[in-house]
Nanobody, 120 residues
């Protein structure tokens, strides 16, 4: 079984910061990439940031310069540092992992989601 545990969400005022974490455990042979998606009320889920096993990163234009994704390969954990948060960042944030299982099959796994609310 594979488990992704997210933490770090909450309520913050505009201009504040939060750091999300996503810890992967279980029958994962090798992680190819980890990323963060978000889904705001009434909107489609969108990619926020991703990092590959090689260290390359990708960000949505709306968060460039404010958010930073990082990865601790030894702990199979990804982080999302969110600075200068705005009300438009309010959403449920989901961790996603692309990884090979013990049979060398590429699989996608999702975390349970964590609520981020930016409001004064």
């Amino acid at each position: 079984q594979v488990q992704l545990v997210e933490s770090g969400g909450g309520l913050v005022q505009p201009g504040g910061s939060l750091r999300l974490s996503c810890a992967a455990s279980g029958s994962i042979f090798s992680i190819n990439a980890m990323g963060w998606y978000r889904q705001a009320l009434g909107k489609q889920r969108e990619l926020v940031a991703a990092v590959t096993s090689g260290g390359s990163t990708n960000y949505a234009d709306s968060v460039k310069g404010r958010f930073t994704i990082s990865r601790d390969n030894a702990k199979n954990t990804a982080y999302l540092q969110m600075n200068s948060l705005q009300p438009e960042d309010t959403a449920v944030y989901y961790c996603n992992v692309a990884a090979y299982d013990s049979k060398w099959r590429l699989q996608n796994y999702w975390g349970q989601g964590t609520q981020v609310t930016v409001s004064s």
